[in-house]
Structures are given as structure tokens and as C-alpha cells.
């Protein structure tokens, strides 16, 4: 038997072994290069535009699908400020679709001139072309905690007082001017001792009961309601 003959049958042996890896691992990677996310779709949006979502995911575009994690993304989707909680799925046609929740805003932070939407924890949401009928909040660009320290403190501020807030005006670390929506004057008082809202309200309605509307009123010492009474007309003006 000469050399080459008995050569050929390793050869064809070693060929029969081998050659349905290659196939398996050519096909595979002619897969994974043609399955790959073409589309990123995203649902339940109310309040805000999906583009932002959109955006956030769009890094997965091209990546093959066997290769892109859905928790990764669910991730990216999250860093959204407005987002509250996303699923996602990605289908093997290429597909993304990111379902999920916004935030509920409660609020609206103006500050130089521009708003943000706000919401219960004081977290800034997303700007706003024109200014929504929302609490209105000034001053607190700088200062989030007290933003957030006032948005908890809201309901029991607006119990006490009788009536909704309308405008915010921070004064200081712990004085606000606040704006009812019955009321014409300012009321400074201290997020953290609403409790002495009910006490000013009393105190106005006995004031004006006798006298004219005062300038202001403050609630921001503990057991003290101070006045500030309107200017006594000129001599001879009734």
C-alpha cells in the first residue's frame, strides 16, 4: 500500500469530524450578523414623549440579539427621570419594546425663568415649555431637600389652611411664602410646624371680621401668629 493511500483515510476521517462543526459555527455566525436589534418600540406614555426612552435604548441598535440583555436596557430606560418602572423584551426578529410607567407630577419648579415638572418626592422630571396649572415652586433650584420637604408636608399644610396651594416662594431654610388659592394676601409660615396654619387661619378670619384685610400674615414662630395690617387710608379718604 503506498503513502498517500494510507494517509487518505485519517484525512476523510478527520474531515467527517470537523467539517459539521465549521457548518455549525458559520451558520451561527451568520445569524447572530443578521439577527440583530433593527427597532426599539416603547409604550405607556401619557404625560411625556417616548423619544426619551428611544434614546436611552438606542445604544442597542445593531447589537445582535443574542447578545443584548433585557435587564441592561430596563436599566437604561430607568436612568429617564421621568420613567417610574419599565419591562422589556427583546424578540429574536430584532425587535425591542420597552413597556412602562411614569411619574405622577405634582408640581412645577420655575426657576430663571424656565419649569420643570415635579413630582411628590421632589424629583425634577422634565422641562415644560409653558407652565401647567401645578403648585408652583420658586427658589428651590439649589436647595432639592427642601423642595422635597415641603411636597411632604404639602397635605397637611393645605389641611390646615382650608385650602390648596397655588405658589411657593422659598424666604430661607425654614420659611416659605405661600399663596392659597382663597386667599388674596401671602402666608409665611415653616414647612415643618403646618401645624400652625389652623391658628393663622382663625387669626385672620377674626381680624378681617373687624378690620380691613391685613398685608400678611406669619405662622412661623410655634404658638405665635403675627399680623401685618394693612396702611391706615390718608386723612380724609374714607
Known amino acids: 500500500m503506498s503513502a498517500p493511500h494510507r494517509h487518505r483515510h485519517p484525512i476523510r476521517r478527520l474531515l467527517r469530524r470537523t467539517l459539521p462543526m ?17 427597532a426599539v ?18 445604544s442597542a441598535l445593531g447589537v445582535p440579539t443574542v447578545a443584548t440583555r433585557a435587564g441592561a436596557l430596563r436599566a437604561r430606560a430607568l ?9 422589556v423584551r427583546v424578540s ?14 405634582v408640581a412645577v419648579a420655575v426657576d430663571g425663568g424656565s419649569g420643570q415638572l415635579v413630582d411628590r ?21 439649589p436647595f432639592p431637600e427642601e423642595r422635597a420637604a415641603f411636597l411632604a408636608a404639602r397635605e397637611e399644610i393645605e389641611r390646615g389652611w382650608g385650602a390648596s ?55 412661623r414662630v410655634a404658638g405665635r401668629v403675627a399680623v401685618m395690617p394693612a396702611p391706615a387710608a390718608p386723612e380724609g379718604e374714607s
Open 79 to 87: 436612568t429617564v427621570p421621568w420613567v417610574a418602572d419599565a419591562a
Open 121 to 141: 418626592e421632589g424629583r425634577l422630571l422634565a422641562p415644560v415649555d409653558s407652565i401647567p396649572p401645578l403648585v408652583r415652586l420658586e427658589g428651590f433650584a
Open 41 to 58: 418600540r416603547v409604550s405607556g406614555t401619557h404625560r411625556f414623549p417616548a423619544r426619551d426612552v428611544e434614546l436611552a435604548l438606542r
Open 165 to 219: 396651594v397655588e405658589r411657593v416662594v422659598r424666604l430661607g431654610p425654614h420659611d416659605v411664602e405661600l399663596r392659597f388659592a382663597d386667599t388674596p394676601l401671602p402666608v409665611l409660615a415653616d414647612p415643618a410646624r403646618a401645624a400652625q396654619l389652623a391658628a393663622a387661619r382663625r387669626v385672620l378670619a377674626a381680624w378681617t371680621a373687624r378690620r380691613p384685610a391685613p398685608v400678611r400674615i406669619d405662622a
Open 22 to 38: 465549521v457548518v455549525v459555527v458559520a451558520l451561527t455566525g451568520t445569524l447572530a450578523a443578521a439577527l440583530q436589534v433593527r
Open 92 to 105: 429574536l426578529d430584532g425587535v425591542v419594546t420597552c413597556t412602562l410607567s411614569e411619574r405622577e407630577p
